[in-house]
């Protein structure tokens, strides 16, 4: 017996509710931006980061890994640069972003920019850093009272641990780039570094 219009319009509509009612028989929801493949690094990483993307940068002088003192002024305005901000010699983490950095090590020094690693530690641990992972294109400075890390809310209230933060200036002393977390395990990737050097040239 063929079926008639009435019968197969309701058999449609419970088949459709039926659907409804089964979690995943839908469509999924699209990925969020920063979760889909292939997405370029943003230009910032966080609701905060981005409060510093295009902002000015004002120059600090602090002592690097040999004692000697380093004024950023003399790199400001002429080359790009990239501010590393880390926790210090004895973390984890920040040997690992230091591996990266080793890692892409030809690209950095080929683009050109002066790479500044910055802890609140001495030069002992910082020359300890440096040499571990053989980064002598990158300058180790001591920000011991945290004076240059306070101008990127790289400080920790009541603590002299700073913040993980990178950023890349361009040679216009703006910042072009800007990463930081909540989260001190995640850091800014060079990939992420990289790209925004090319936007800086």
């Given at each position: 017996?063929?079926?008639?219009?009435?019968?197969?319009?309701?058999?449609?509509?419970?088949?459709?509710?039926?659907?409804?009612?089964?979690?995943?028989?839908?469509?999924?929801?699209?990925?969020?931006?920063?979760?889909?493949?292939?997405?370029?690094?943003?230009?910032?990483?966080?609701?905060?980061?981005?409060?510093?993307?295009?902002?000015?940068?004002?120059?600090?002088?602090?002592?690097?890994?040999?004692?000697?003192?380093?004024?950023?002024?003399?790199?400001?305005?002429?080359?790009?640069?990239?501010?590393?901000?880390?926790?210090?010699?004895?973390?984890?983490?920040?040997?690992?972003?230091?591996?990266?950095?080793?890692?892409?090590?030809?690209?950095?020094?080929?683009?050109?920019?002066?790479?500044?690693?910055?802890?609140?530690?001495?030069?002992?641990?910082?020359?300890?850093?440096?040499?571990?992972?053989?980064?002598?294109?990158?300058?180790?400075?001591?920000?011991?009272?945290?004076?240059?890390?306070?101008?990127?809310?790289?400080?920790?209230?009541?603590?002299?641990?700073?913040?993980?933060?990178?950023?890349?200036?361009?040679?216009?002393?703006?910042v072009v780039y800007a990463y930081t977390n909540e989260d001190y395990q995640k850091r800014a990737t060079t990939q992420a570094v990289l790209?925004?050097?090319?936007?800086?040239?």
């Amino acid at each position: 017996m063929i079926p008639s219009p009435k019968t197969i319009t309701i058999a449609t509509f419970l088949a459709l509710s039926a659907c409804i009612a089964i979690p995943g028989c839908t469509n999924p929801e699209p990925l969020a931006p920063a979760q889909s493949a292939g997405v370029s690094a943003p230009v910032a990483d966080s609701v905060a980061a981005s409060e510093w993307v295009g902002r000015t940068v004002k120059s600090f002088t602090l002592p690097d890994s040999d004692g000697n003192t380093v004024s950023l002024a003399d790199t400001l305005g002429k080359e790009p640069i990239v501010l590393i901000f880390y926790r210090g010699n004895w973390c984890p983490f920040c040997h690992a972003q230091m591996d990266e950095i080793t890692a892409a090590k030809d690209k950095l020094a080929a683009s050109g920019a002066g790479v500044f690693a910055i802890s609140n530690e001495d030069a002992t641990a910082l020359k300890a850093m440096r040499d571990r992972h053989k980064l002598d294109f990158v300058t180790f400075l001591s920000d011991a009272k945290g004076e240059a890390a306070k101008q990127f809310g790289g400080t920790y209230p009541g603590e002299a641990t700073l913040k993980p933060v990178t950023l890349v200036i361009g040679k216009n002393s703006k910042v072009v780039y800007a990463y930081t977390n909540e989260d001190y395990q995640k850091r800014a990737t060079t990939q992420a570094v990289l790209d925004a050097l090319a936007r800086a040239r």
